[in-house]
């Protein structure tokens, strides 16, 4: 039971000093109160708006409550350490000391706790929640909430991300009673999960089994490419008439009966008596059709000839055999017999 009162004991202390530190240190704005125990004696650490007040001129305010702080709490050798806040509209007992005073000037509660929340929240806050109690329009005690952002009520976060402040303001209906509730810019929620992406790996060296396949690779496809040219050149209009230009004609197979024409070009007289050559009709040549441009390389070059014009043959007429003279019938030797 000793160890256990000591502990209620020193916290009871170190209460009563705050409360005494904030009435001595309003005008300078309270933000907060750091006691520490050391060898050489009991550090404090007075965090506020205007440090320039709490030390007054030539140091002679900060001795004054150094002076008190041995006599009146029991601490061993104090010394008072003032530090300025970076960012007062972020912290909680500063705002909730500026809303007291906004209301006891007069300010209706409604309008200074959605400006003290708006001004929090620009600063940078993640959340922050002002609780206004007391008789605010009327006898009857109620409590008004203005929150923003987000806020947490309980647990290991608002333990270590939220930052609270109270303040009163003594008006004529009654007392005030404020809280201000700040979340910290760079809180860390439990449900916040940054995933890293894994580390690249070093691309593998380049084997000489490898570099041979992509040069085989290259020049099969350097083939390739040669075999669609002279595919397109060959299926293509102008290269089709001109290798069919190119290739000789081979000489027809003469019929029988059929006229030979000579290389001067003079006729001759038909083969059978009685017959009259006919000069062949020729054949309109077909145009080749014309093949797309997008064609798949084949393996190999395909060449195309276009078919040759085909020449009638003479109708040959049947022959007209002579008839036969019939033999004389002596009409006298008809007679005798």
Not at 214 to 226: F, G, I, L, N
Request: net charge positive.
């Amino acid at each position: 039971m000793a160890s256990e009162r000591k502990f209620v004991t020193e916290n009871i202390r170190r209460h009563l000093l705050k409360e005494y530190l904030m009435s001595k240190v309003g005008r300078a704005g309270f933000g907060g109160l750091d006691v520490q125990r050391t060898p050489m004696g009991t550090r404090v650490t007075l965090i506020t708006e205007r440090p320039g007040l709490v030390i007054g001129r030539r140091g002679e305010a900060i001795k004054s409550l150094t002076k008190a702080i041995e006599e009146d709490f029991n601490f061993n050798n104090p010394q008072i350490e003032v530090q300025e806040v970076e960012n007062p509209n972020l912290n909680a007992q500063i705002m909730a000391e500026k809303l007291a005073n906004a209301l006891e000037r007069g300010w209706h509660f409604r309008r200074a706790g959605h400006s003290t929340v708006r001004r929090i929240m620009e600063s940078g806050a993640r959340g922050c929640q002002v609780i206004i109690s007391g008789k605010l329009t009327g006898q009857r005690h109620r409590t008004e909430k203005f929150k923003d952002g987000h806020i947490k009520y309980c647990g290991q976060a608002k333990l270590d991300w939220m930052a609270q402040g109270f303040a009163t303001a003594k008006l004529k209906p009654g007392v005030m009673g404020i809280t201000v509730q700040i979340m910290h810019p760079n809180a860390k929620l439990p449900d916040e999960i940054e995933i890293f992406p894994p580390p690249a790996e070093p691309a593998p060296a380049t084997k000489p089994i490898e570099a041979d396949a992509a040069a085989k690779e290259k020049a099969e496809d350097q083939k390739a490419a040669e075999a669609v040219e002279t595919l397109k050149k060959s299926v293509s209009p102008a290269g089709a008439a001109a290798d069919v230009a190119a290739k000789p004609k081979r000489p027809r197979k003469k019929k029988e009966g059929e006229a030979v024409t000579p290389a001067d070009g003079a006729p001759q007289a038909p083969a059978v008596p009685g017959e009259e050559k006919k000069a062949p009709k020729k054949r309109k040549k077909k145009e080749a059709p014309a093949v797309p441009a997008t064609v798949q390389a084949p393996t190999q070059a395909i060449t195309v000839q276009e078919p040759q014009p085909l020449v009638e043959a003479p109708v040959k007429k049947e022959e007209k055999k002579p008839e036969e003279p019939k033999p004389a019938v002596n009409t006298e030797e008809k007679k005798e017999a």
